[in-house]
């Protein structure tokens, strides 16, 4: 039953949290020792999953398909075990940024309901309860993106409830259209039962609005605009936490449909695919190449690395979603660790445009150390683990005879590339500016640490990419190979 913990932990959590949220001292040590556990938790499920293969329980009692499923296979035990890791540093960075009022008024219980909503997106067997889970996820991250009620953020908090309200309604629709062709919603049995159908024309109309919602929630082209006009809104230890776990639900989620029930048609939802990643890849970089704030910068790459997580599920080789799972962790640890170096920044010169930053190498150089290692391990530089998810991606695109996508997939590493040195050279080597004077703030010990620990995090994944990357493989090839998941549920 240990698969549970990862949904009701962060529940209980939420409700202590919920009790206690004026004792500001208890708040933050309850929030970090809870996402100790969970950790420790979602290790724990990741061994079982690798060394027993996929874990399957009905909590219910219920056999499936006709009670609550819940599935662990070694992709979602990753992404449990990641997401766990993300949040544990982003609890350390916290109490350096979110301010008094916005902790006494929720962030913890709402950053522990965000926490339930992904892992229970991660872990779930069944369609509705996958809808269920994106609400609850969504619906913390609705209120924690507004949390502390400024302007610009109710500004941003609007742009994203509307596009991921409309998201939703997709979402359901396809639910509907599925359960009335099928009868049933568990997503292994689904699964099968298509794989008994002469013709696709329902199927792929779900698909459909399947692909839409999750692209939305993704964040790729052409539904990408709601992110860099909402992420850079709220403090930047919540933009951190978003970075880390939202766009990546939805990441997830594609691959696990794509495995299961594409069945039909499958050249065309192949090209389909690999044409969005490859549009995504290459806009969602030359945006930032033009922002001059940092956390649109960041906010814009997230969008071009979804498109590489992407281009992995169009391969649909082993090699290519195995490439693509190791980027996915590598991005959630990156992406988060460039942000909460970016506020760093923000602590000691007061400003996020690159205009009036300057100096900061030569003033701090372990602030610059500390954005140095994630930065050049999105641009894809040896030996960090941007460039070991980027060549087996590469090296899936090769090996699949998906030459252009290759190619996309490499011109936009050279464009990341540039986006990183001109944070580097414009925040931390070139002069500070003459008509700006420099603020010499002090960075919180906190904030300070929780970076330094993630960029540990970062080169560590980068030392020991053999050993991780077999377990993608493993990963891998439990995705491209539908039976084994469609098994483990329904015992057979």
């Known amino acids: 039953m240990i698969l549970i913990l990862p949904i009701i932990l962060p529940l ?67 992404m449990l075990l990641t997401t766990s890791f993300v949040a544990v540093v982003v609890m350390i960075f916290s109490p350096g940024f979110i301010d008094k009022e916005r902790q006494t008024a929720g962030y913890y219980p709402l950053a522990f309901g965000l926490l339930m909503g992904v892992n229970g997106a ?40 509307t596009i991921n309200f409309v998201a939703s309604i997709f979402f359901v629709s396809a639910i509907g259209i599925l359960y009335g ?34 692209s939305v929630k993704s964040a790729l082209v052409p539904f990408f605009f709601w992110l860099p006009a909402s992420y850079h809104t709220p403090p930047i230890a919540i933009t951190a936490l978003f970075a880390g776990t939202l766009t990546k639900v939805g990441v997830y989620t594609l ?28 806009i969602g970089v030359l945006m930032a190449a033009s922002q001059f704030d940092i956390r649109k910068i960041l906010s814009f790459h997230i969008i071009s690395q979804v498109g590489y997580m992407v281009m992995g599920l169009g391969i649909f080789t082993a090699t290519g979603i195995a490439g693509a799972i190791y980027f996915t962790m590598h991005n959630m640890l990156s992406k988060t660790n460039t942000f909460l170096a970016g506020g760093l920044v923000y602590q000691r010169s007061g400003s996020y445009d690159l205009k009036y930053l300057g100096g900061l190498y030569k003033a701090s150089p372990l602030l ?21 998810g980027k060549f087996f991606l590469i090296k899936g695109g090769f090996e699949a005879q998906q030459y252009f996508i290759t190619g996309v997939a ?45 960029a540990i995090g970062v080169i560590l994944l980068g030392v020991f990419a053999g050993p991780v990357m077999e377990v993608c493989l493993d ?17 057979r």
Request: net charge negative; no cysteine; proline share 4%.
């Open 12 to 78: 209980l959590f939420m409700v202590v949290l919920i009790f206690t949220r004026r004792w500001l001292f208890f708040q933050q040590s309850f929030s970090l020792v809870g996402s100790v556990v969970l950790t420790a938790i979602s290790l724990l499920i990741l061994l079982d999953v690798y060394q027993n293969g996929i874990l399957a329980i009905q909590p219910g009692s219920w056999d499936a398909p006709f009670g609550i499923t819940l599935v662990a296979d070694t992709f979602s035990a990753l």
């Open 122 to 161: 991660f872990i779930t067997g069944d369609l509705f309860n996958m809808y269920v889970w994106y609400e609850v996820m969504l619906t913390s991250s609705f209120v924690l993106i507004a949390l502390g009620g400024s302007a610009e953020q109710l500004r941003g908090s609007i742009k994203y409830v």
């Open 181 to 214: 062709q099928a009868g049933t919603l568990n997503m292994a049995d689904l699964a099968a039962k298509m794989r008994t159908w002469e013709s696709g024309t329902y199927i792929n109309s779900a698909l459909m609005l399947f692909f839409i919602a999750f």
């Open 255 to 282: 691959f696990r449909f794509y495995s299961l029930f594409v069945v039909f048609d499958e050249q065309f939802w192949q090209i389909f695919i690999l044409v969005l990643a490859g549009l995504t890849m290459f």
């Open 368 to 388: 610059a150390l500390l954005f140095f290692i994630p930065a050049m391990s999105l641009a894809g530089i040896p030996p960090l683990p941007g460039f070991f």
């Open 410 to 454: 490499i011109l936009t590493g050279l464009f990341t590339l540039f986006s990183m040195v001109k944070i580097w050279n414009e925040a931390y080597w070139k002069k500070e500016p003459e008509e700006v004077k420099q603020r010499d703030g002090k960075v919180h010990p906190a904030a300070l640490t929780a970076t330094a620990v993630l």
């Open 475 to 491: 990963a891998g090839h439990q995705m491209v190979n539908p039976e084994m998941y469609i098994n483990a549920v329904l015992g």
